[in-house]
């Protein structure tokens, strides 16, 4: 009787002890929904329809086009950036420059670059870097619908393509200015992306060169058209693109997306699309993904093709809620990362996973975390089918360095952990991965 009454109490005090991990798990999970969705609801319809119409007006943002002109060309687009950029006060505003001498077959006269920036400093881990970004060049094909890298000042007004992602990158830099944050933010509108990628390859060499640690790039580049050629409507559906594998970091980063995406508007699918780019097409995300750095791009559920490139590419054919609501599910996911902690260490100083099968059946994770204990909430794990295209649960570990899930295979599901501050946001999950087989030398002589 004594017996049983012990291991009452001994299940009990465990049961309790999980109890009090669940609630707090939950607790925190609603105030960082709390905090998003009052951050979101700041974004203006007005301010996306502005930027995009004033970028329209310039006529044309060729890389190569008008430089000195007041109201046409690149020059002036940019010049207009930079004194948006800096009417925001808390950031510090850069234009990033370059000469680029003329080379291949689409920069076909010696050129200025400049991709036009605004950094939100991080507080305490400003070391932290997270790349916002979005190209505000244009391009168009001439008159008789083939492209003529000469015909640099031929009509390009390019709304959608990529007016829409500068107008959303404009309104996150002015929302989140007014935050305090962990990490660093980038917000940058790119120059050349239509010659190549030229203006984010040179960025994205320069922060490798700098050794700088990029968490998260972030591209929006077209996300505001709904309506395609085919008639096809979709306005509730945001497509999200990262490389494989299944558990790279730009993958995960997607994932991050996706959960914060349903919880501060449920109305939105965050689609992810399970391969790094569209076919034939590039982004921005990629020259950084190129690097080593974790990166995705956003882009509309339905395009129309006819419009892209074109005259027709004008703020008549959007749909600026639509943006809007791209831009919402963004703005959450930088800002939460960006509040949160750093993410948790999942390897040791070889490289190898710290998961282990615990007593001999179980899954045994364990994690180093270099922050201070005490400025967080505890860790979160999280576990799926290696299958499962999401992570299918997760268990708030509290403040511990360690975590047991009885009788499980760790061969047969994936793992990760993620830090929680104390305003419940999230760090980006880190996962378990078998590190490559390295190639072995043996010692030997052929039998002949
Ligand atoms: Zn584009």
Redesign the pocket.
Known sequence: MRKNVRWLLALSLVLCFNLTLFLRGQELELKSTEFLKKAVAQVSEQNLASTIKTLQSFKTRNLLSEQKAVNFGIGAARRWLLKEFQKISGLEVIDDGYLLPKQGGRIVKDTELHNIMAIKRGKSQKERIIIVNA?YDTIAVSKDGKFNYEDVNTEAPGAN??ASGVAAVLEMAKIIAGYETEATIHFIAFAG?EQGLVGSTLYAQKMKQQGKNVEAVLTM??ISNIKAGNGYIESTRVRVFSEDPNDSPSRELARYVRRIGEMVLPAMEVDLIFRADRFGRGGDHTPFVVEGYPGIRFTEARENYSNQHTTTDVFDNLSVPYCADITRIILASVLSLACAPEAPVVTNERGAPLLGRGQGYDAELRWKWHGEMNKIAGFKVYVRDTKAPFWERSYFAGKTDSFILKNVSIDDLTFGVAAVGTNGLESLVSVYRMPPRRRAEYVFQEIK
């Open positions: 190209h393509d990529d992306e580049d077209m």
